[in-house]
T-cell receptor, first 112, second 113 residues
């Protein structure tokens, strides 16, 4: 059973378009993290959200944590080819503060 | 931020053989982990590498198949033993720094024939 469900699985858009990807769970998480992974590289942490309803911005990326702390979204404004990559959400595993469970990710391709 | 060097970056191996993956961190870290990333699947935690003691394995992973060493605070190895094609995957080393952030190595792409 996948604790974190990400959608869509694949997304291909044109440069300049906006997009939103989702991370959903039936479980409550104390925090959620978003990572971006490029081919041949390991995931790189983008942000951690810890408070229900929290919104964090990182340049053109906006991250939101659901009020119930069961879901999160990532919105990208005016996507650029450099945004291409696998976006992963992750949350603490089994109540641990240091072990993470990951979603399968959304593979985003931004075409020039 | 911590920088993790992982090698080899890729390898092609014959079934029945073993491969040891090395992970070097450029600074002392509190915890080190090994993950597996299979095609179309999420990253799955294999084990927590404990310094000076036996690794802590997650459900479905055993020491005989994935022996792990961590002789000091900055270095760890993962061995994939008696490989089969089902072991073909990306293996990722990760570490948690003093600020509790998780960093990953570039991964080892393993193909077993």
């Amino acid at each position: 059973t996948q604790l974190l469900e990400q959608s869509p699985q694949f997304l291909s858009i044109q440069e300049g378009e906006n997009l939103t990807v989702y991370c959903n769970s039936s479980s409550v998480f104390s925090s959620l993290q978003w990572y971006r992974q490029e081919p041949g590289e390991g995931p790189v942490l983008l942000v951690t959200v810890v408070t229900g309803g929290e919104v964090k911005k990182l340049k053109r990326l906006t991250f939101q944590f659901g009020d119930a702390r069961k879901d999160s979204s990532l919105h990208i404004t005016a996507a650029q080819p450099g945004d291409t990559g696998l976006y992963l959400c992750a949350g603490p595993l089994g109540g641990s503060n240091y072990k993470l469970t990951f979603g399968k990710g959304t593979l985003l391709t931004v075409n020039p | 931020s911590a920088v993790i060097s992982q090698k080899p970056s890729r390898d092609i191996c014959q079934r029945g053989t073993s491969l040891t993956i090395q992970c070097q961190v450029d600074s002392q870290v509190t915890m080190m982990f090994w993950y597996r990333q299979q095609p179309g699947q999420s990253l799955t935690l294999i084990a927590t590498a404990n310094q000076g003691s036996e690794a802590t394995y997650e459900s479905g992973f055993v020491i005989d198949k994935f022996p792990i060493s961590r002789p000091n605070l900055t270095f760890s190895t993962l061995t994939v033993s008696n490989m089969s094609p089902e072991d073909s995957s990306i293996y990722l080393c990760s570490a948690r720094d003093v600020e509790e952030k998780l960093f990953f190595g570039s991964g080892t792409q393993l193909s077993v024939l």
